[in-house]
């Protein structure tokens, strides 16, 4: 189970704060950035890496963790600002967005391998944090839950390109998809969906 790195930083820290985002390999759709702030490690074999769980399990678990974190913020980022200034910069954006709006003095905080800015408080930049830290599993669980139900949404009103089923990423219906009738407002014009398929 994971919480044991989390309970480290939580012997000198107020609390830890995860951050993870969903979404940064998408064709279409936000890249949804969560921060989520613990002040004790609850034991739960089920958080761990978002896309590790079924769709149904990441909808219980988030229901759970809503219970056990001290609280969480979610912040969207949309394909209009992604293709300004590029999918790394607004994902490190929103990030900083999201810690600023949660953390206190006295937290620390862990990001899934992006570099934050200098934000009052001491931050762990970790690759695949989310497998190695309960609090940035649980985050990546809110942003993946999170982002599905914008897709779903999004899919009610036009599901030309599959949304409700591939949320976005550029699997082989998706890319079809665009073959035949193109892009749609929503998707990234700076990603190259390449090979487009007939």
């Given at each position: ?22 979404g940064?390999?998408?064709l ?16 739960s ?77 001491p ?15 649980a ?60």
């Amino acid at each position: 189970m994971l919480g044991e790195k989390d309970r480290l930083i939580l012997d000198r820290a107020d609390a830890v704060v995860g951050v993870d985002e969903v979404g940064r390999g998408c064709l279409a759709g936000p890249v949804v950035i969560c921060a989520a702030r613990f002040e004790t490690i609850p034991p739960s074999r089920w958080v761990r890496d978002s896309k590790k769980l079924t769709p149904r399990r990441r909808v219980e678990t988030a229901a759970w963790l809503r219970g056990k974190c001290s609280d969480w913020v979610v912040v969207e980022v949309w394909q209009d600002l992604i293709d300004t200034i590029n999918i790394l910069e607004a994902t490190r954006l929103a990030m900083e967005s999201a810690v600023r709006a949660l953390v206190s003095p006295g937290d620390e905080v862990v990001v899934d391998h992006v570099k934050l800015g200098d934000l009052g408080v001491p931050i762990h930049s970790i690759k695949r944090a989310d497998a190695s830290f309960f609090s940035v599993a649980a985050a990546s669980i809110f942003a993946k839950v999170h982002r599905d139900g914008i897709m779903v949404r999004l899919a009610l009103d036009d599901d030309r390109w599959e949304w409700s089923r591939n949320m976005g990423y550029g699997t082989t219906a998706h890319r079809r998809a665009i073959g035949r009738i193109g892009r749609s407002y929503l998707h990234r014009q700076s990603f190259r969906a390449s090979p487009v398929l007939p």
